[in-house]
């Protein structure tokens, strides 16, 4: 298990905006990652996808719980301290790669499972998903976790500036004007996040060959019934959906 150590070793390779982030997130108990994935019955699969593995938190959960974990993260710095310490915890079921997830390199069909949290917003989320519908075997399965409109309002009229010279305000003014020309252009600018309303995301799942399971708040879904899931967001803002969670399989 990582501990404090570890995580102080691994973080001060990365930049200083990514230490901070891996610092947060190894921090959480494990325990409550885990638990997420068992709710979603991500367990016991022979090969599953983390799509944008970010700094390996959840992806050393989906190892633990499933026969083969790959993951392909898009930052190279990630990339590289996750590969480290997945090797330092000597988690011998994982296969990383670097790459977006708008296109990868698995065969069609390959994956029982594709998990994917709090990414595919930073993509052009309509390629990402169509490519995540290809590598996935009929009757797979599709988790992933984004924003709505509510995450961004709280970010212009609430949230305080970040760390290292990070506006939460012109995050949210850059991302609204980014999903404006995404959706009125069909124009994704890369590095931008889009917001990925719940109505819309729905139809386009559908129309691409996915059926829906189970659609909710961060951390409401749960087949499982398992007990104490832990939610890292709140439901709405302003009346208006947050971050929201989506469990679909692709159609046979």
Known sequence: MINSASINQFSDSLSDIDKEYFKRRW?????IY?????????????KVLDAGFGVGQWLYCLASLNKNAYGIEYSKERHAVTKALMNHLKISNTNLIHGSIEKMPYEDGFFDAVFSYSVIY????KKSLREIHRILKKGGELYFNTNDLGWYIYNLLEAGDGYHNFSSKQYALDSIES??????QNNYQPGSSIIMQEKYVTSYLNEIGFE???IGPDGSINPANVDKITSFYKKDYYGLTNVYEVLCVKKG
């Open 27 to 31: 921090a959480t108990d494990i325990d």
């Open 34 to 46: 885990m638990t997420r994935l068992k709710a979603i019955n991500f367990v016991g699969k022979e």
């Open 122 to 125: 930073q993509t052009d989320f």
């Open 179 to 184: 999903s404006l020309l995404y959706y009125s």
């Open 212 to 214: 829906i399971k189970s």
